[in-house]
């Protein structure tokens, strides 16, 4: 079984690739296909897919099943977004945004487990 870091270490880098090798499409997939009948169901699978996925990983770390789900579908989010962002500014320094992007899922996954 892939463990969790090595599986987040190689989503994100992926969608950094794919953001990288086309912005627009990209774009248009994550910010404007979901509003749209016809590519809607493909990406709300997609979504579904890596949240789930996600949540598996991070049962171990997060023992609140709640707190859990929070994170698995705010990482998507953060990770998808941290992506766009990168995108919209420029695309600053490419060899370290997939990891400055990890480090805020990071971010997510911790504040899910740490007790406050």
């Given at each position: 079984m892939v463990s969790r870091a090595a599986s987040l270490?190689?989503?994100?880098?992926?969608?950094?690739?794919?953001?990288?090798?086309?912005?627009?499409g990209f774009r248009l997939l994550f910010r404007y296909a979901a509003r749209e009948p016809e590519f809607r169901d493909v990406l709300d699978s997609f979504m579904a897919t890596s949240v789930d996925l996600g949540h598996r990983q991070l049962r171990e770390r997060v023992p609140d099943p709640g707190w859990a789900a929070w994170a698995a579908r705010l990482a998507f989010a953060v990770a998808v977004e941290g992506v766009i962002a990168w995108l919209d500014t420029g695309r600053p320094d490419p060899a370290t945004a997939a990891e400055r992007i990890t480090r805020a899922v990071r971010g997510v996954i911790a504040a899910a487990s740490t007790e406050l």
């Open positions: 270490h190689a989503r994100i880098p992926a969608l950094v690739r794919a953001a990288d090798a086309d912005p627009d």
